[in-house]
């Protein structure tokens, strides 16, 4: 049985206690191909099932501001995910053509 002020119905999750926010920190920061973890999951989040084009075009310019905000991505590698992003844009765009 779930505790009452777990609306979800999963017990509570160790997430939401802060017990876990130092090895998360880790995680997120923990590079992938040049990139911080962080981004990745990002990224994918962007096309989840619910996403329409509009906040799918949304979230990308979100992410690609924050990666040009960004200092501690290489930028051989900010601005490969960049031109990366910018494709997306444009096959979003033109799905909507």
């Given at each position: 049985?779930?505790?009452?002020?777990?609306?979800?119905?999963?017990?509570g999750?160790?997430?939401?206690?802060?017990?876990?926010?130092?090895?998360?920190?880790k995680?997120?920061?923990?590079?992938?191909?040049?990139?911080?973890?962080?981004?990745?999951?990002?990224?994918?989040?962007?096309?989840?099932?619910?996403?329409?084009?509009?906040?799918?075009?949304?979230?990308?310019?979100?992410?690609?501001?924050?990666?040009?905000?960004?200092?501690?991505?290489?930028?051989?590698?900010?601005q490969?995910?960049?031109?990366?992003?910018?494709?997306?844009?444009?096959?979003?765009?033109?799905?909507?053509?």
């Amino acid at each position: 049985m779930a505790p009452p002020q777990d609306g979800g119905g999963n017990f509570g999750r160790i997430a939401r206690t802060g017990l876990m926010d130092g090895y998360k920190k880790k995680l997120d920061d923990m590079p992938l191909c040049g990139i911080s973890a962080v981004y990745w999951r990002e990224f994918l989040k962007i096309f989840q099932e619910s996403a329409n084009d509009a906040s799918a075009r949304q979230s990308l310019e979100r992410l690609k501001k924050r990666l040009k905000s960004k200092r501690e991505i290489p930028s051989a590698t900010a601005q490969s995910a960049i031109v990366i992003i910018r494709e997306l844009e444009r096959l979003v765009d033109m799905r909507n053509a």
